[in-house]
Nanobody, 121 residues
């Protein structure tokens, strides 16, 4: 079992920044990557960014150049630094544990509870 706990969501004005954190615990050894997803009301949950244990990253086109995913292995923590936020970034952001192979991220069925990010115009 893998447990994931997100934090850092907030209400922010357009153009602002936030940093999300996700702490992982449990049996993560079989999973080589972590990812951030987001889900806006009435929309599907989409991958935002992923990072492998070796540091390889993958981003959705909509966030490239604005968001940065990173990890601290010693703390079992993954971060999502979000800059130049836009109202369309408003969503619940979820942390996921999975596998990253090449440019493809494969989520395992391990999800956090989500953290709300709201960007006002």
């Amino acid at each position: 079992q893998v447990q994931l706990v997100e934090s850092g969501g907030d209400l922010v004005q357009a153009g602002g920044s936030l940093r999300l954190s996700c702490v992982a615990s449990g049996s993560t050894f079989s999973l080589n990557a972590m990812g951030w997803y987001r889900q806006a009301p009435g929309k599907q949950r989409d991958l935002v960014a992923a990072i492998s244990r070796g540091g390889s990253t993958n981003y959705a086109d909509s966030v490239k150049g604005r968001f940065t995913i990173s990890r601290d292995g010693a703390k079992n923590t993954v971060y999502l630094q979000m800059n130049s936020l836009r109202p369309e970034d408003t969503a619940v952001y979820y942390c996921n544990a999975g596998r990253l192979t090449g440019n493809s991220y494969y989520p395992a069925n391990y999800w956090g509870q989500g953290t709300q990010v709201t960007v006002s115009s």
